[in-house]
């Protein structure tokens, strides 16, 4: 703990500067408060900071850890929501907070450095941003199958390659010989503004197919091709890039492994003892 102290007052050495190991709470066990910890990132709100809760517990429930032994809501005394967060859990909601903000960039740079002493290597924290997109496209690709179903759709790989013809200009199987992979390995070796590109493909699409009904097997996949080049277009405003040519970056069970091992290593570290249970992942159809 002490090694960790020093790391801490490397990265905040402002006097009277509140550091992150001088938050946390030792009543019954070690915890952070998450409206400290949202003041101390630069938030105003708890209403603004909950996304990045709950991107923290999407990726926990993505690495079949149970995300209420580590975050636990509570009412304060004033009546106001709040949350405990074990140190993994705070690890993870700073991990997928603002980069803008200067404060999480240099609380990114507290836990870096930590994870660094574990031997773990992950340094960049769009990594840990992209487990929690990639558990929330699984989630909503099993309800966005079931709205293409009753919209009339019966082919639903052609109805998936609509998209990517839309979004692409190719289909999966070749935007995959494209990047050096397998179809299947296609959203686990993207970047974590190709992975919400490719969420917000799927959300639109959805919510177009429930606004317009039955429209049959065409009509979806004209929906989603017209989606899918809507969203092409933003990408190329947002990157100066064609999504295509987007970079093919670390493949996402090895950043998954890191941060499981991660999690083992920060419990021990305040002799926490979370649940065991994993989150059992139902059967979805997979999204390509």
């Known amino acids: 703990m002490n090694d960790l102290r020093k790391i801490d007052d490397l990265i905040d050495p402002q006097e009277g500067f509140v550091t992150f190991e001088q938050l946390r709470h030792e ?3 070690t915890f952070w408060l998450a409206s400290e910890l949202m003041a101390r990132l630069g938030y105003d709100s708890m209403k603004s900071f909950y996304k990045a809760i709950n ?8 690495l079949g850890i149970d995300p209420f032994g580590n975050v636990q809501k509570i009412i304060n005394a004033d009546g106001s929501e709040d949350y405990k967060l074990s140190r993994f859990a705070s690890y993870l909601v700073v991990m997928n907070a603002d980069p803008e903000k200067p404060q999480v960039a240099t609380a990114q740079a507290y836990f870096v450095a930590m994870t660094r002493q574990f031997e773990l ?7 840990v941003a992209r487990v929690a997109i990639r ?18 759709v019966t082919a639903f790989d052609r109805f998936q390659n609509a998209g990517y013809l839309g979004m692409y200009n190719m289909m999966n199987v070749h935007l995959a010989n494209k990047r050096g992979l397998k179809k299947e390995e296609l959203l686990d070796h993207m970047g974590s503004k190709e992975m919400a590109a490719n ?3 799927i959300e639109m699409t959805k919510a177009r197919l429930e606004k317009d009904g039955v429209v049959g097997q065409d009509g979806a996949e004209r929906i989603h091709r017209h989606v ?3 969203v092409r277009e933003i990408v190329k ?5 064609n999504p295509e040519d987007l970079p093919v970056e670390r493949r996402l069970p090895e950043v998954a492994k890191q941060l499981k091992l991660g999690h083992k290593q920060m419990t021990k570290l305040n002799g926490e003892h979370p649940t065991k249970k994993a989150v059992k992942q139902p059967k979805k159809k997979k999204e390509q």
């Open 228 to 230: 899918g080049s809507k």
């Open 121 to 127: 290597w992950i340094e960049n924290p769009a990594d």
């Open 199 to 201: 969420l917000f493909r």
């Open 55 to 62: 991107s923290a517990n999407k990726a926990m429930t993505g």
């Open 237 to 241: 405003e947002s990157t100066g890039m």
């Open 135 to 152: 558990q929330e496209i699984k989630e909503q690709n099993n309800r966005f199958f079931g709205t293409a179903q009753d919209s009339g």
């Open 27 to 29: 009543n019954g066990g």
